[in-house]
């Protein structure tokens, strides 16, 4: 018997490896296997893809795989085929893809370990299995298998050691615990009392709020053993050790008939549950209902004995939209996102796998996870920019699901106040069911936007009389402002008025940001700190500081309303996603007065008391210009204005320096079609998504020098693309350097999906030789291009 295998490696090829007559488990499709690799036979960790009885190779020059560690598969066969069109479409290679998605904690390759078994049984062994027996036992008993083999040095080393394995001489290390009654370390509140630490402080406040929390997700929210620890020793926390039984884990499912819909709604949930199979949009404005809508649609199919998948683009939403699926499903509920640890991922996997948990909420890397049952997929806030993974294969989550819907026919439904314009074309098109919801479900109105042009109105610093007029009126009321900007930082640029220095990073071709936090520059980039400047370098002159950031804001606001109270929510202050949800928590419950934040403050968050919304600089909202930047400042504008006056009338104030745009014009007047029309007649007379596909060609240099020769490689294959695309010349990159590396691009555009995989099939076979010691990266369907 034979198991073709595919391994992490920068290839589009599978292997073949003889089934030993002993071996841990059976062969089965989507399992892992531990094989030889190589000329040098190290172990690496592959997954099986098909088991044949006979191959047309040589059986001679076939090597026999080492073992297999699992008695399930962790991947299904609809998942194996959605990584297939995950590595073909997006340009990453098979193996590649596969792991991916599969969590770090399932990864074996030469950490494997052997020892001795405990006792020794008394069984005949021959020479060579006596060879490694005292090796093992020269070693206290225990070795890793790449050293055991090293010193040894056995021909049919994997052949030995498996048959002293089979007679429990030797065991391998398990690497998936199986405890059926599993154990898990809790922290738990004890008492108040005076700690030094911000991270003390911090954890004291969270158990205090919370009773209790594991020890795994304490240190998942970057809470050392040395904090945690050093509450214990004060007395003020106690760990415990308590079994997680299955009743413990059983979903349940909560009263819901209690939740009444509206008639839009009701039309949408009647179309949403009759649906087998099938690709809906739920567009709504905000404040519609979408999410009572498909948490009905959930409940409906978990009653079928069915699982639901909830999608979500951004981590700091999950504890809120976790709480409304509680609601309805009670306490066990599948999370998977990036902030977890390798074991809490193959925790939630293997939950999956399983079937002991039928709902989960997870951002864009749960959509592959393998979960049993499976028979509905929410994406919501589908135009989010956050669902395109930004590291090899760089999929788009979205398209995913469809994908994976379509394989395993089940209907997936995606949710937006502004779906993305390729999603809105499709609906048009009737390719995805369109469901709409035009009005609120309470009886509260759409806020009233006013426009504000900032270079005609009177202001102060970046507010308008309008809005400080505003500001003040609406927290005398007891009310709550929320003002929008999407920088972080206080200073946006150090520059010289004299000579025209501008501080940039020495790595990368942008300005450095002034954090005062931190009192460091900072490059929003690579991450590099700087010691800030006060003197031009060049000429000595004082240095000028222009742009805002939200301190910036922050700190204004504190000078110009001493006794308001004002919180600052964005990356900085959000980096641990409890204390993001805490100070979530505490604008709910009205303990700050004006909220100065990023995206962060504007996605899927109701504030009871926020009437006023406060939108900066809209027309500086898209970022770096490419074809989307109308999408995402129409995007921004709409959601974070519709945060205002969820539970009482609000009005929003948008602040441009060119309000003539249509992304900014539309969106202050509710004028959404007219935006998409407008758009759509734009991006095909340019030939633009969504009437092409499109693919984003990087090339990164370590040596300007090295672009000559780059520049005549890429003539050279640019022929063989042109039969597939559009393709634009080299040029340097909208940002020239990065991190150290100076960065070419092409854009590249085609008529159809099967000429853009059958051109990103040239270039997987192709780059490789062409471009070998050149880094480089392939992204279909960029998001920005930058």
């Not at 055991?148 to 030797?170: A, D, E, I, P, T």
């Not at 995007?635 to 003539?660: C, E, M, W």
Request: aromatic letters at 10%.
């Amino acid at each position: 018997m034979f198991v073709e295998v595919v391994l992490d490696i920068p290839l589009d090829r599978t292997f073949y490896y003889k089934v030993p007559e002993v071996i841990s488990y059976p062969p089965e499709v989507g399992k892992r296997v531990i094989v030889p690799f190589g000329a040098n036979d190290l172990l690496r960790t592959g997954i099986i893809v098909s088991v044949k009885d006979d191959v047309d190779f040589p059986e001679e020059k076939i090597k026999e795989l080492f073992d297999i560690p699992d008695d399930f598969p962790l991947f299904t066969p609809s998942c194996l085929e959605l990584c297939r069109f995950v590595s073909d479409y997006y340009g990453g290679y098979f193996g590649e893809t596969l792991f991916s998605f599969l969590p770090g904690g399932f990864e074996v390759t030469e950490s494997l370990f052997v020892k001795l078994s405990e006792p020794t049984p008394s069984v005949k062994l021959t020479e060579n299995e006596k060879k490694i027996v005292e090796t093992l036992k020269n070693s206290s008993g225990k070795l890793k298998v790449s050293t055991l083999r090293r010193r040894v040095k056995l021909s049919s080393f994997y052949q030995v050691l498996r048959n002293l394995v089979s007679k429990s001489v030797v065991v391998r290390e398990e690497l998936i615990k199986r405890d059926s009654v599993p154990r898990e370390r809790f922290a738990v509140f004890v008492k108040d009392g005076e700690v030094r630490g911000k991270k003390s402080r911090e954890l004291l406040h969270y158990l205090k709020e919370k009773g209790k929390e594991s020890v795994n997700t304490l240190k998942a929210l970057d809470f050392s053993l040395q904090v945690i620890n050093g509450l214990v020793k004060k007395g003020l926390i106690e760990i415990v050790e308590e079994k997680v039984t299955l009743e413990n884990r059983l979903w349940e499912l909560k009263d819901t008939k209690k939740i009444k819909l509206t008639p839009s709604q009701e039309k949408a949930f009647k179309e949403l549950v009759g649906a087998k199979e099938g690709k809906f949009l739920l567009y709504g404005v905000t404040g519609s209902g979408k999410m009572e809508v498909y948490l009905k649609v959930a409940y409906e199919v978990v009653k079928r004995g069915k699982s639901v998948l909830i999608l979500v683009p951004e981590l700091l939403l999950t504890p809120e939209l976790r709480a409304r699926v509680e609601s309805y499903f009670g306490k066990n509920i599948g999370i998977y996102h990036g902030k977890l640890t390798p074991k809490e991922k193959v925790s939630t996997w293997l939950k999956a796998l399983r079937g002991e948990v039928k709902v989960f909420i997870g951002t864009r890397g749960a959509v592959m996870l393998p979960i049993k049952d499976l028979g509905l997929i929410v994406v919501d806030e589908e135009q989010d920019s956050s669902y395109k993974e930004q590291q090899k294969p760089y999929y788009h989550a979205r398209e995913v699901a469809l994908k994976r819907g379509e394989i395993e026919k089940f209907p997936v439904l995606l949710v937006s106040a502004t779906p993305s314009v390729e999603t809105y074309y499709r609906s048009k098109l009737g390719e995805i069911k369109l469901l709409e919801l035009k009005e609120r479900v309470s009886t509260v109105p759409l806020p009233y936007i006013k426009l504000v042009n900032l270079q005609e109105t009177e202001r102060i610093s970046i507010f308008s009389k309008e809005l400080l007029a505003a500001i003040e009126n609406t927290v005398k009321k007891g009310e709550q402002v929320l003002l929008f900007i999407n920088r972080r930082g206080f200073f946006a640029k150090s520059f010289c008025l004299n000579c025209g220095y501008v501080a940039e990073c020495s790595d990368c071709s942008v300005p450095l940001v002034y954090h005062k936090s931190e009192r460091k520059l900072i490059c929003h980039l690579c991450g590099k700190r700087y010691e800030p400047i006060y003197r031009c370098p060049k000429c000595g002159k004082r240095l000028d500081f222009f742009g805002y950031g939200t301190e910036r804001v922050e700190e204004e606001l504190r000078i110009l309303f001493p006794k308001f109270r004002v919180v600052r929510l964005d990356q900085d202050t959000v980096k641990n996603p409890e204390v993001g949800a805490r100070l979530i928590k505490e604008i709910k419950e009205g303990k700050y007065d004006v909220i100065v934040g990023t995206q962060i403050a504007t996605k899927g968050h109701n504030f009871p008391k926020l009437t006023l919304v406060g939108v900066l600089l809209a027309d500086l909202l898209g970022g770096a210009p490419d074809y989307r930047t109308s999408e995402r400042i129409f995007q921004l504008i709409v959601h974070t204005t519709g945060r205002a006056g969820r539970f009482k009338p609000g009005a929003a104030i948008v602040q441009a320096l060119k309000p003539d745009l249509p992304a900014v014009k539309y969106a202050a007047t509710y004028k959404f079609d007219e935006f998409y029309r407008e758009e759509l007649t734009a991006r095909e007379f340019l030939g633009f998504p969504p009437f092409t596909k499109t693919l984003l060609l990087e090339f990164q240099l370590e040596k300007l020098a090295e672009f000559k020769k780059l520049r005549e490689k890429f003539e050279k294959i640019k022929n063989e693309l042109s039969l597939f695309f559009s393709v634009s010349d080299l040029t340097p990159a909208p940002l020239p350097k990065v991190s150290g590396r100076y960065r070419f691009t092409s854009f590249l555009r085609t008529s159809s999906e099967e000429k853009l995989m059958k051109g990103v099939a040239v270039i997987k076979e192709r780059f490789p030789s062409t471009f070998s010691g050149i880094r480089y990266k392939i992204e279909v369907e960029p998001m920005r291009i930058v």
